[in-house]
């Protein structure tokens, strides 16, 4: 089953890094996502280059970091972004638990 739950802001910038921060680039992010092992994270966030709703989504790449692994923006909603975003957090998540049983 997939776990993934709506953070505040403060607990979403803990977990990154400066660097990993600055590259998410969403314009004004609006909500933030994470799976229970905050292994995944989310952010959905409107401006950007195109001025529109936007989703990035970040995996865990080292002990302490993350990288952004999928960004899509163009989305005419805040809450259309919300679901594409939840549906790849829940597909990674999904795809992870299937390697690890490997």
């Keep these: ?24 680039a969403l314009g004004v992010e609006a909500e933030w996502f994470a799976d229970r092992n905050e292994s995944i994270l989310g952010a959905v966030g409107f401006g950007g280059r195109y001025k529109g709703w936007g ?3 970040l995996k865990r790449d080292t ?20 679901i594409m975003l939840l549906r790849q957090m829940a597909g990674a998540e999904t ?3 299937e390697r690890l049983a490997a």
């Design 95 to 97: 795809v992870e638990a």
């Design 55 to 57: 989703y990035a989504m």
């Design 1 to 24: 089953m997939v776990a993934i739950s709506s953070i505040d802001q403060q607990t979403f910038r803990q977990l990154l890094s400066a660097t990993t921060a600055s590259e998410i």
């Design 63 to 82: 002990p302490d970091g993350f990288r952004v692994c999928v960004r899509q923006e163009h989305f005419a909603s805040r809450h259309t972004a919300r």
